[in-house]
C-alpha cells in the first residue's frame, strides 16, 4: 500500500508561481511512477504531468509545457510540481498518482492516489 499527501496549493494571481508536493509513504517509493493530474469543477480529470523512476522521462500536457515542471526527490520520497506562469484556466484540485507500470497520461494507468490540493488562480 502506498499513500500520498500533497501540499503547497493555494489561491494565487495570474502570472504567479506555486509549487506542490506529494510525500509519499508505504512501500518503495523509487520503484514507481509519479503523475499529476487535476480537476475542474464539472470537468473529468485530467492529465498534467508524468515522471519516471530515474526521472530521466518526463511528459507534460500541452496545456502545462513550457510553463509547469516535474520532478522527483527519491531520498525524501517526494515528488514536485513547479507551476510557473499561472492562467485561471489552471484552477483545479491537483492530485498526485503512483503508477507501478509504465509512466501514462490516463489515470487508469495509476494505482495510488492522494485526496488532492486546491489550487485557484485569479485574473
Known amino acids: 500500500q502506498v499513500q500520498l499527501v500533497e501540499s503547497g496549493g493555494g489561491l494565487v494571481q495570474a502570472g504567479g508561481s506555486l509549487r506542490l508536493s506529494c510525500a509519499a509513504s508505504g512501500r518503495t517509493f523509487n520503484n514507481y511512477r509519479m503523475g499529476w493530474f487535476r480537476q475542474a469543477p464539472g470537468k473529468e480529470r485530467e492529465f498534467v504531468a508524468a515522471?519516471?523512476?530515474?526521472?530521466?522521462?518526463?511528459l507534460y500536457a500541452d496545456s502545462v509545457r513550457g510553463r509547469f515542471t516535474i520532478s522527483r526527490d527519491n531520498a525524501k520520497n517526494t515528488v514536485y510540481l513547479q507551476m510557473n506562469s499561472l492562467k485561471p484556466e489552471d484552477t483545479a484540485v491537483y492530485y498526485c498518482?503512483?503508477?507501478?507500470?509504465?509512466?501514462?497520461?490516463?489515470?487508469?494507468?495509476?494505482?495510488?492516489w492522494g485526496q488532492g490540493t486546491q489550487v485557484t488562480v485569479s485574473s
Open positions: 515522471i519516471s523512476w530515474s526521472g530521466l522521462t518526463r
Open positions: 498518482a503512483v503508477t507501478d507500470g509504465q509512466v501514462g497520461r490516463s489515470p487508469l494507468d495509476y494505482n495510488y
